[in-house]
């Protein structure tokens, strides 16, 4: 892990701030600049150790959304938070306009869904000189969910982080500052949601790990139609499974998280059982 985080006991927490109108958990909610700035200042005193600031939706079947707007809706979100909290902030962004303008505003860490694949975005990103989020998605949000194939989806989506990875290197991105992503629910079925959640190590070998489960629809898929609060615990569950293997874990709450990543460290510290 790289030096912009000090390294907690336990996977480190990436808290969300959705600054869109149409997300698919928190859409709307902090579309307003000042609610968007309040709720990540939570999110950081709630124990989010990088708040993640993302202007474009990417839930299967959103519309792409023009650099300018994007702009508008995050900057003001970086800037507040950056004079606001002291956790590191990373952009969620697959645009090199945007990137550099977030970082130059104070964002220490990118994570981009589409892993540098836009014109100009490996070399944007080697520029900024941040951590990068490199993450595996099939086709575009606007259709990926409508027929997500693979041979060996763990074997495919290694192999294309690992090609992201080298592709990120060789565009002078530092190494030690490269994660990768298998990209939970972007183009993937349950199964291959379940499948990559059970090798989470494989992918690990290649860089540390980020994780997003949090709300996603492999939680209803396991549970069927569940209320708000059902939801958040088996989020919190599934990050907390993700933790056998992800450096750093992605969720929307994270109090509910950190709960269950304490279970889970309290169980792994047991090591004989009384008979
Ligand atoms: N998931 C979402 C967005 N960005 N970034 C990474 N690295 N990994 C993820 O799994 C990931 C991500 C989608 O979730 P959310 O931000 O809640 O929704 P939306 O894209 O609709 O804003």
Do not use: W
Request: charged share 15%; hydrophobic share 55%.
């Amino acid at each position: 892990m790289t030096a912009f985080l000090s390294r907690p006991p336990r996977p480190a927490l990436m808290g969300v701030v959705n600054v869109t109108p149409d997300s698919f958990f928190d859409g709307g909610r902090y579309f307003d600049p000042a609610r968007a700035i309040a709720h990540g200042a939570a999110l950081a005193e709630a124990g989010a150790d990088i708040v993640d600031i993302g202007g474009e939706s990417t839930r299967p079947g959103a519309a792409p959304v023009a650099a300018a707007e994007e702009l508008r809706r995050v900057l003001p979100v970086v800037e507040g938070l950056a004079a606001r909290v002291k956790a590191p902030l990373s952009i969620d962004t697959s645009k090199p306009e945007v990137m550099a303008a977030a970082v130059a505003a104070g964002a220490a860490m990118i994570n981009d869904v589409r892993a540098l694949r836009a014109p100009g975005a490996l070399a944007a990103a080697a520029r900024c000189g941040v951590p990068v989020v490199l993450m595996h998605m099939q086709g575009e949000p606007a259709t990926m969910q409508h027929a997500p194939r693979y041979g060996d989806v763990v074997a495919e989506v290694t192999a294309f982080l690992k090609a992201r990875r080298h592709a990120a290197v060789t565009a002078g991105v530092d190494p030690g500052n490269i994660y990768v992503d298998p990209g939970f629910g972007f183009g993937k079925t349950p199964a291959h949601n379940l499948a990559l959640l059970a090798n989470l190590k494989t992918i690990a070998a290649v860089a540390p790990v980020v994780a997003g489960l949090s709300n996603k629809s492999i939680i209803r898929h396991i549970l069927g139609a569940v209320d708000v609060a059902a939801l958040t615990a088996a989020s919190a569950q599934l990050a907390a499974a993700a933790a056998n293997g992800a450096a750093i874990i992605r969720v929307h709450d994270v109090t509910a998280t950190r709960r269950a990543l304490a279970v889970q460290r309290a169980i792994a510290g047991v090591h004989t059982i009384a008979a």
